[in-house]
């Protein structure tokens, strides 16, 4: 299994899914006295306003941080969304750190999750916005974004404040992230979100399935790499029982359609690139080059064939149709599954994480090349700001710390015992680490009630910001340097150890080589186009996900598909992948 993913590797990988994008078959230290080490590529314009070309004295424009010079801060206001496990802002080191270290004077807001799309709607209904809005993209999608920015002009056009001078990580990150910077830009050419941007070809947000490699081992066979070898290791696994469970109660390839639908990875091995949620054929896919329904295509056929076979000979759960987590992860523990549809199966709280790895993406006799969805871009809903605010430039210089090679820190804290950890406890310094994972905390010194890492970064540390560039490489390299004493390391290195890392190694070897065109997961509408979206998927998303169901279980004859075609036109089947056809072809023209 390979340890280190080359610098070479990963750009060539990224531009040719970028050359395919073009082609019209794509996916998509410094210190308070240090200058900013990063540079913007020339080459990159910006629209400009008078106010872009005019810098407020109170900025601090020559270091990445302090944002204000000292003495001159101007007070800003910020809403977050704050879940259970999060405590108020004040008491979070993250606010502590940036009033002393960035010279921010925020007064925040912090909205309970179940609180936040009622909260964030009656904002814009009142025209009463915060300077600043984080962490939002459950509210502020891209037609939220159509609405609020393009047609109500109440969010800011932040192209127009980002430059050279004020935003340069910014610009950097977008040359280096084109996609993101596509998928971040509404169809009148305006910026409205700041994306968080991801490595694409590292392995960390690739979807993946993980089969038990030590069931493989035990019935004689490979991990699969056609849809009929995939058959025949789940026939394997049923009838041969290799964790000694008995043969009724392996399920050989686990979830079901409300939880981790495996469906997805079918779909895929017939062409259809389309993503996890994708499992009963309701989502955009992207089928050579062109957008397709595959619920509507004369392809979902060998799907439904497929999956029914699977039902009928117990190759997927008996409760497939009602399965929930808890069932998936009971099935987990008591080790009844062989191949497990998620990212990790440690999460699972299973002991034996290493005897599992990441399935391939696979061939089928009417599919000769493997596909496999792209790994999301970018996100949006991240970063927006009020159209009203008094203090654009501020706002922005703020954001672009974010994008900065400095940003990680404010994601996931200091270093245990250092300066800048003022009191809180931090992740622990370990410089003999050669790798760049994540360091944990000294679960010792947890506080009462603290159990894991993630309850103590919510509880004490950080909210966890959804946007600039805390998980790209060289942020996550120059904290490993920087904060932790460790070497630079110029080739990613993964350690197989390490939990994340183990999977992201196995995915990238099986999985990654195979990224083909996939359907943007942002796109803007109108509000009479996301009104005419929404209810035909209304009426058609839940007729499919019936019928689906009675052609997998049997209760309908597969001898009626073409029946079932002709019904889907009737209900606008049609319609609704137009819609898609001409997202998919602003994407193509927004990617050049």
Not at 395 to 422: H, K, T
Not at 567 to 589: D, R
Request: hydrophobic share 40%.
């Amino acid at each position: 299994m390979r340890k280190r993913i080359s610098i070479l590797i990963l750009v060539l990988s990224m531009l040719s899914v970028l050359a395919s994008c073009n082609s019209g078959v794509t996916t998509g230290t410094n210190k308070a006295t240090t200058k900013a080490t990063t540079t913007a590529a020339p080459t990159t314009t910006a629209a400009t306003t008078p106010k872009a070309a005019e810098y407020p004295d109170y900025l601090n424009l020559d270091a990445t941080y302090p944002i204000f010079k000292t003495g001159q801060a101007v007070r800003l206001t910020m809403a977050i969304p704050r879940n259970s496990a999060t405590s108020d802002w004040d008491k979070l080191w993250v606010s502590k750190y940036l009033t002393k270290y960035y010279n921010m004077d925020l007064v925040v807001e912090q909205i309970p999750d179940a609180g936040v799309v009622e909260r964030v709607n009656l904002m814009f209904a009142s025209g009463n916005l915060p300077d600043i809005m984080v962490n939002m993209g459950v509210v502020l999608d891209g037609s939220a974004l159509v609405k609020y920015g393009v047609l109500d002009n109440q969010l800011l056009k932040l192209d127009q404040y980002i430059d050279e001078k004020l935003t340069p990580d910014i610009i950097r990150r977008f040359n280096d992230t084109p996609t993101s910077k596509a998928l971040a830009t509404a169809p009148d050419g305006h910026m409205y979100s700041l994306p968080k941007t991801f490595e694409t070809m590292d392995g960390t947000s690739l979807q993946r399935l993980n089969i038990n490699s030590a069931w493989l081992k035990t019935v004689g066979l490979q991990n699969p790499r056609t849809l009929n070898e995939l058959t025949t290791v789940l026939r394997a696994f049923k009838t041969m029982d290799p964790a000694g469970v008995g043969s009724d109660n392996v399920v050989p390839l686990g979830g079901g359609v409300k939880v981790n639908h495996p469906g997805y990875y079918i779909l895929n091995a017939l062409g259809y690139v389309v993503i996890q949620n994708g499992g009963n054929g309701t989502l955009p896919a992207i089928k050579n080059g062109e957008v397709v329904m595959p619920c509507g295509d004369q392809g979902f056929l060998e799907y439904l064939t497929t999956m029914n076979t699977y039902y009928k000979d117990g190759l997927i759960s008996k409760k497939f149709f009602v399965m929930d987590n808890t069932e998936l992860t009971g099935q987990m523990v008591s080790n009844y599954v062989g191949i497990y549809p998620g990212n990790r199966t440690d999460v699972t709280g299973i002991t034996n994480w290493t005897d599992w790895e990441s399935t391939y993406a696979l061939t089928s006799d009417s599919n000769p090349t493997a596909v496999w969805p792209t790994p999301v871009a970018a996100t949006t809903g991240g970063f927006v700001v009020s159209a009203k605010t008094k203090y654009p430039e501020a706002c922005l210089r703020f954001a672009n710390a974010f994008f900065s090679i400095d940003s990680r820190i404010v994601w996931i804290g200091p270093p245990d015992g250092s300066e800048i950890a003022m009191g809180y406890l931090g992740r622990k310094v370990d410089a003999s680490d050669a790798s760049v994972s994540s360091k944990t905390f000294d679960t010792s010194k947890f506080p009462t009630g603290i159990k894991d890492n993630w309850s103590y970064v919510m509880g004490y540390i950080s909210p966890s910001f959804s946007f600039g560039s805390i998980d790209m490489y060289d942020s996550i390299n120059y904290y490993h340097v920087t904060y932790h004493g460790g070497k630079s390391i110029a080739v990613q290195t993964l350690n197989p150890t390490f939990a994340d890392h183990y999977f992201r190694l196995s995915a990238i070897d099986h999985v990654l080589p195979s990224i083909s065109a996939t359907f943007p997961n942002i796109y803007y509408l109108d509000e009479n186009e996301n009104t005419k979206l929404a209810d035909l998927d209304a009426v058609i998303k839940p007729y499919v996900e019936e019928q689906v169901a009675r052609f997998i279980s049997g209760d309908r004859p597969l001898s009626e598909f073409n029946a079932y075609l002709a019904e889907l036109k009737t209900i606008g089947i049609s319609e609704l992948e137009t819609i898609y056809k001409n997202i998919w072809k602003n994407f193509l023209a927004s990617a050049k």
